[in-house]
């Protein structure tokens, strides 16, 4: 395992946030113990909406994310009600593992899964030529609604997903092989594709996703290629189109090579 990939990983939202409430800890212990000095009401709840309200301001100081700070903040309070309940220690272990099957290496990525609608994927339809078949990537195809959908509109294109985590892979797999589709499904890292292979790749992934997509996209796309990604932007270069799939709906931002 390289440095700069622990490093990758040490900058990871989830990891920064899990080192927050790490922190918050020793600082909590103090705030209780001079509250328990002037003899101030100390209990279980006390305990947790402090170091609550600690993290969700190492949180905001910090500069993560807005929705971190909600996460924070009641972090320490789902515990609290979670042994309150007394459940069962197997509940945990399967929640664990059905997060983990689902959103896998979310905290490495910092894509979640965002799924598109059959209006997105139908203007997507129509920026493929009419005259030729195109090849045709969604990276991060989560339960594979846009790839069969186009696989059936457009028969004579090849359009395949990718995705990392293992649940919406296999749903998505077993979709395709249960409706006798031509789509194409596969588990993995859409940085290890050959974006050269393809004529168009849809990304609806996050902010925090695109400046890596975009140096990949302009290093291997071939001309006459076309990057279209839903709802985020690229920085570095402003979409050669934008285009709304119904009246109100956030963008498609269509990058041209």
């Known amino acids: 395992m390289t440095l700069p990939y622990l490093q990758r990983i040490a900058r990871a939202p989830a990891v920064r946030a899990m080192l927050i409430q790490c922190g918050a800890v020793p600082l909590t212990l103090a705030i209780i113990y001079v509250m328990a000095s002037f003899r101030f009401p100390v209990d279980y709840l006390s305990v947790a909406v402090v170091q609550g309200v600690l993290a969700a301001g190492l949180t905001w100081k910090l500069g993560l ?3 971190w700070r909600a996460i924070q903040l009641l972090f320490p ?4 009600t979670a042994l309150a309940l007394q459940l069962p220690s197997w ?3 399967l929640g664990f593992l059905l997060l983990l099957g689902w959103y896998w290496s979310t905290f490495r990525t910092q894509v979640p899964y965002y799924p598109s609608g059959p209006a997105v994927w139908d203007a997507v339809r129509q920026l493929l030529p009419a005259d030729k078949p195109a090849r045709v990537i969604d990276i991060g195809s989560g339960l594979g609604g846009f790839v069969l959908y186009l696989s059936r509109a457009r028969p004579d294109a090849e359009v395949s997903g990718i995705e990392l985590a ?4 296999l749903y998505s797999w077993l979709r ?6 031509r789509a194409r ?3 993995g890292d859409y940085e290890k594709l050959d974006f050269s292979r393809y004529d168009l790749v849809f990304a609806y992934l996050s902010p925090a996703a695109m400046p890596a997509l975009w140096r990949k996209t302009r290093a291997e796309m071939c001309p006459g290629s076309m990057l279209v990604s839903y709802e985020f932007i690229v ?4 979409a050669d189109r934008i285009l709304h799939a119904t009246e109100g709906d956030v963008p498609l931002y269509i990058w041209y090579f």
């Open 65 to 67: 994310a807005r929705w």
């Open 77 to 80: 309070l789902a515990v609290l």
């Open 91 to 93: 509940l945990f272990g």
């Open 166 to 169: 293992p649940l919406p892979f």
């Open 176 to 181: 395709a092989r249960l409706s006798g589709s």
């Open 185 to 187: 499904f596969v588990r």
């Open 235 to 238: 920085e570095e270069r402003p």
